[in-house]
C-alpha cells in the first residue's frame, strides 16, 4: 500500500515537473515534492511500525523515489534554463545597425571663438599675449591709468567693489600698467585679452560682465600713424578687406588725445542700414596715445618714450561678425546658439 503511494506520489511529480514551464513554477515544485516537509518525507514516519527488513527495503524505495524525482527536476531546470536565456537573448538582442544616439562634443563658446581669431591677428603683427588679475587694485584700475580718486571718470565706471581697494576690473587697462611694470622701462608691445565688470543694465546691448582685449605698445618714436595702421589691418583682418576705419576724438584720462574708433558697416559697406543706425559706421574700440602722466607713473620718460593703447569690446566684433543681436546669449548657455559656432573638428 505504502509502495503504491510512493509510486503515486513520484508519477504525479514526474508529470507535474514535465508540464512545468518556467524555473520559478519548477522551483516550487521542488519544494512541494523533495522538502523535509513533502508528503513523500512524511511516509518517513511510518518507518517505525515496519519490521526491520521491510524497514530496509521501504527506506531504500523512498531513496529511489526521492532521487528520481530530483533527477527529473534537475534535467527539467537545465532545459528551462536554456529556454529562457535563449528568449532573454531574443528580447535584448541588440540591432547593431541602428543608428546610435547622438552625442555633440562640447565646444568654444563663440566669446572664445572670437578672442582666438582676434589673437591670431595680433600675433601676427608681432603682439605677445599678457594676463591680468579679474579681481584687481584700484592702484592698477584706477590710479596708475591717471584715474585719480576724486577723477569723475571714475563714475562711468561703477563696478563691484571687494573692499575699498579691491574690486572687479573695469576694464582690461589696468594690464597695461602690470606690463609696463613688468617690462621695467623696456619697450612693450602686448596684448590682453579677458573678462570686465560694470555695474550696468542688463539688455541686448549691456552687460554686468563683458569682454576686451586691451593693446599697448610702447617704445620710442611711436605716434598716432601707427595706432591707426595697426587697428586699419586689424578691421580688414577680421572684417574683410572692403572694411575702413574712421578715428573720432574722444576722452579717456590715460590717453591723449583719445580717440573712438568706427569701422564700416559690414553689413551696408557704409551706405547706411538698420544695424549701423544709417550711419554706414559701427563704433567697436576706444583707443589713444598712451597719457604722459601714465608713463611717468609706470617708469617711463615721456620725452624718450611715447605709446598707443586700445581697448576693443571683444561682444562687440562678435556681434559684428556672426550677426547676433543681443550681447546675453553669450552667457545663457542656450545650446541650440552655442552649438552654431561650434568648430567642425
Ligand atoms: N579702457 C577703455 C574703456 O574701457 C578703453 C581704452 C583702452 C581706451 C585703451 C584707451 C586706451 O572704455
Known sequence: MEDNKIEEIV????SETESSDNSDQLQEIRNRYLSKKSELMSLMSNLGELSIEKRKEFGQKLNAAKAKISEVINAKQEELKKRELAARLAKEE??????????????????????????????GMGFEVEDGPEVEQDLYNFELLNIPHDHPARDMQDTFYISDSLLLRTHTSPVQAHAMEKAQGKPVRIICPGKTYRRDDDDAT????????????IDKNINIGHLKATLELFAKKMFGEKREIRLRPSY??????????????????????????????????GGGMVHPNVLKMNGYD????????????????????????????????????????????
Open 206 to 217: 549691456h552687460s554686468h560682465q563683458f569682454g576686451q582685449i586691451e593693446g599697448l605698445v
Open 94 to 123: 541588440i540591432d547593431i545597425s541602428l543608428p546610435s544616439y547622438q552625442t555633440l562634443p562640447g565646444g568654444k563658446n563663440p566669446f572664445h571663438v572670437i578672442i582666438d581669431e582676434m589673437t591670431d591677428i595680433f600675433l
Open 11 to 14: 508519477a504525479i511529480a514526474l
Open 302 to 345: 615721456p620725452e624718450e618714450y611715447s605709446g598707443f593703447a586700445f581697448g576693443i569690446g571683444i561682444e562687440r566684433v562678435a556681434i559684428l561678425r556672426y550677426g547676433i543681436d543681443d550681447i546675453r546669449k553669450f552667457y545663457q548657455n542656450d545650446v541650440r546658439f552655442l552649438h552654431q559656432y561650434r568648430k567642425k573638428a
Open 252 to 285: 579717456f584720462p590715460f590717453t591723449e588725445p583719445s580717440v573712438e574708433v568706427d569701422i564700416t558697416c559690414a553689413n551696408c559697406d557704409g551706405k547706411g542700414c538698420s544695424m549701423c543706425k544709417g550711419t554706414g559706421y559701427i563704433e567697436v574700440l
